[in-house]
Nanobody
Framework: QVQLVESGGGLVQAGGSLTLSCAAS????????MGWYRQAPGKARELVAT???????NYADSVKGRFTISRDNAKNTVYLQMNSLKPEDTAVYYC??????????WGQGTQVTVSS
């Protein structure tokens, strides 16, 4: 089994920054892509950003220019640097990993709260 352990969430004022980290451990797998999704109360889970093993990135329009995703392949870790945070960024952020055979793995989620 593969475990994803997230860290770095918390409470921040609008305009502030946070960095989320997610480390994959357990059974060794070939990872195709890693990414972050978020779910606000009463809303569906949505994509925030993804990064492939070749470092191709994809961002939601709402976070472009503010968030940066990166990964350390040697450590099977993905990061999300979040700058200029807005109250509408408040959500539970979930780490996602897709293996080479298209199996999805999810972290337990970390709360990000942005106060106005």
């Amino acid at each position: 089994q593969v475990q994803l352990v997230e860290s770095g969430g918390g409470l921040v004022q609008a305009g502030g920054s946070l960095t989320l980290s997610c480390a994959a451990s357990g059974r060794r797998i070939r990872i195709n892509s890693m990414g972050w999704y978020r779910q606000a109360p009463g809303k569906a889970r949505e994509l925030v950003a993804t990064i492939t093993s070749g470092d191709s990135t994809n961002y939601a329009d709402s976070v472009k220019g503010r968030f940066t995703i990166s990964r350390d392949n040697a450590k099977n870790t993905v990061y999300l640097q979040m700058n200029s945070l807005k109250p509408e960024d408040t959500a539970v952020y979930y780490c996602n990993t897709v293996s080479a055979i298209q199996v999805n793995y999810w972290g337990q989620g970390t709360q990000v709260t942005v106060s106005s």
